[in-house]
């Protein structure tokens, strides 16, 4: 087990699987047909941004029980790693499809609460979400990535951290993605100090992961 990797997320091999190499896993009901062991569920970084800053070690100050606020949740993919070892786990998806398997995933997770809303417009959950969330995971993958994340800050403790994964293509197909990222990076030091950026590129095309706290 390494240590940057929070309580409740750990390598395990899994047999069957191939190469036999300690994977990312949890413990919790399978959600996207993830190898599993009779406890513990593997944790694709090919398949998740999150899994993916983990899985390059960066330092996402995450911890077992953390109250966790995921903007971008989908079908559940992400999330429902995150709410096998977070505290409530609040998960925003404002696509009704996505947001269907989404409740499956939570079906079998007390602590995953989905909300079918839109990550611009927080006054429509700050009623649920509780504030000082220790966590915001950040994954919209649309135009406007850190602008979402400026209208999200409320939420967080001052001693929260933003994990935000920015895709370059979302915000301009046709800008160079170094670019794209300065100024996404710009713009959310309006109100965030950022303390670590990594390209995702191992995992996820055109994707930098971001490490920030607010100011
Ligand atoms: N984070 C997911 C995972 O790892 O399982 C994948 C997220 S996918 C890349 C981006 C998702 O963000 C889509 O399901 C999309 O509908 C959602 N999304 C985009 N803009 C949003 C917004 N303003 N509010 C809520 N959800 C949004």
């Known amino acids: 087990m390494s240590e940057h990797l929070p309580d409740g997320v750990e390598r395990h091999a899994f047999g069957g699987d191939g ?16 190898p599993t062991d009779d406890e513990w569920r593997a944790w694709d970084p090919s398949r998740s941004k999150l899994g993916a800053m983990l899985e390059l070690e960066m330092q996402t100050d995450l911890a077992g029980d953390d109250t966790v606020l995921y903007l971008g949740a989908a079908s559940g993919t992400t999330v429902s790693h995150v709410a096998d070892f977070a505290g409530p786990t609040y998960a925003v998806e404002f696509a009704a499809r996505p947001a269907r398997d989404l409740l499956e995933a939570a079906a079998s997770r007390s602590q995953l609460f989905p909300l079918l809303a839109d990550a611009r417009k927080p006054d ?12 915001i995971v950040q994954d919209v993958a649309t135009r406007g990535q850190a602008r979402v994340a400026l209208e999200n ?20 197909v046709t800008r160079d993605p170094s670019a794209v990222f300065d100024d996404v990076r710009e713009e959310l030091e309006a109100e965030y100090e950022v303390l670590e950026t990594k390209s995702l590129e191992r995992y996820h095309a055109d994707h930098l992961g971001i490490v920030a706290r607010p100011l």
């Open 153 to 172: 800050r409320r939420f967080l403790a001052d001693d929260g951290r933003l994990l935000l994964a920015v895709k370059a293509r979302s915000e301009d």
């Open 124 to 135: 429509t959950y700050a009623h649920v979400v509780e504030s000082d969330v220790d966590i």
């Open 19 to 34: 190469d036999g190499t300690d994977r990312l896993a949890t413990r919790g009901e399978p959600v996207y047909g993830e």
